[in-house]
């Protein structure tokens, strides 16, 4: 099955410092990628979505300029938290869809980022 | 808009039993899928089963079968013979040509 490959799987970082999660598409390309965030005991809430070769599109209330994504070949997306800061820690999931597929995405395993 | 909604935060069923969880689910869209995950503590999402909207035949996997009513916008769950394994927490999602809307869980105890 298709494999998607997120990393890494939890860090920690000191407050104001930018930290890079990557996601990655193993056996299949992916024109769109979503990047989510959940909170303990809480859903996944869409942060953006990014097509590769374009600029992502955030949902509301996301900023920009604090999560940075790049999607810049058809198996690799980033998000880059800058500046990260404690209400920033949490837990963070990617998925992606098959160019050759239907509509069905396939998820990393997450990232668990703690800011301190 | 897209919206799923989710109005169970918890369900409990015996070891063997049937259970069945509700998903109700909004889109403007005429050609979307549902889908429903299943979120162990690992936290990785796995998928259940899915439902394209424009079939009206219901899905079904194994013990897992959905009653998809589309007028009504409702997609439920229907877990058969539960076994522990199934204990995790299940999301309901609703998929058009871009976003995947994730409804807000609902948790499933299994009880031996």
């Known amino acids: 099955g298709a494999v998607v490959s997120q990393h890494p799987s939890w860090v920690i970082c000191k407050s104001g410092t930018s930290v890079k999660i990557e996601c990655r598409s193993l056996d299949f390309q992916a024109t769109t990628m979503f990047w989510y965030r959940q909170f303990p005991k809480q859903s996944l809430m869409l942060m953006a979505t990014s097509n590769e070769g374009s600029k992502a599109t955030y949902e509301q209330g996301v900023e920009k300029d604090k999560f940075l994504i790049n999607h810049a070949s058809l198996t690799l997306s980033t998000l880059t938290v800058t500046s990260a800061h404690p209400e920033d820690s949490s837990f963070y999931i990617c998925s992606a869809r098959d160019i050759f597929g239907d509509r069905e995405a396939f998820f990393g395993q997450g990232t668990r980022l703690t800011v301190v | 808009a897209q919206t799923v909604t989710q109005s169970q935060p918890e369900m409990s069923v015996q070891e063997a039993e049937t259970v069945t969880l509700s998903c109700t689910y909004d889109?403007?869209?005429?050609?979307?899928?549902l889908f429903w995950y299943k979120q162990p503590p690992s936290r990785q999402m796995i998928l259940v089963i899915r439902q394209e909207a424009y079939k009206q035949q219901n899905a079904t996997e194994n013990r897992f079968s959905v009653n998809f009513q589309k007028a009504a916008k409702s997609f439920s769950l229907k877990i058969s013979d539960s076994q522990l394994g199934d204990a995790a927490m299940y999301f309901c999602a609703s998929q058009g040509t871009y976003k995947y809307i994730f409804g807000t869980g609902t948790r499933l105890k299994v009880l031996a």
């Open positions: 889109t403007s869209e005429s050609d979307y899928y």
